[in-house]
């Protein structure tokens, strides 16, 4: 049974910093495409970050150059360092691997204050 289970998000305060994580378990994903999605409050669903398999990245231009997205293949778990945040980064994050077909995690709550 895979799992994705994320955490580490919180109340930050624009400008600052914060490190979501995202634990799998029931396969491992170092040979997977993994993402990073977020929801805001009346919004759709939108891509943050993606990782390949040879550690190749791409974000949205609204996270480009201050959300790093990386994986640590011991732990079995994928990153997602935030900084400088603003705002409008206030939403849920999801994590997303795919094997056959598209796991998601449940999400974790960032909430930037101004």
């Known amino acids: 049974q895979v799992q994705l289970v994320e955490s580490g998000g919180g109340l930050v305060q624009a400008g600052g910093s914060l490190r979501l994580s995202c634990a799998v378990s029931?396969?491992?994903?170092?040979?997977?495409?993994a993402d990073w999605y977020r929801q805001a409050p009346g919004k759709q669903r939108e891509f943050v970050a993606t990782?390949?398999?040879?550690?190749?990245?791409d974000y949205a231009p609204s996270v480009e150059g201050r959300f790093t997205i990386s994986r640590d293949d011991v732990k079995n778990t994928l990153f997602l360092q935030m900084s400088n945040v603003k705002p409008e980064d206030t939403a849920i994050y999801f994590c997303s691997i795919t094997w056959g077909r598209t796991y998601w995690g449940q999400g974790t709550q960032v909430i930037v204050s101004s």
């Open positions: 990782l390949t398999p040879s550690n190749i990245t």
């Open positions: 029931g396969a491992t994903f170092s040979n997977r495409v």
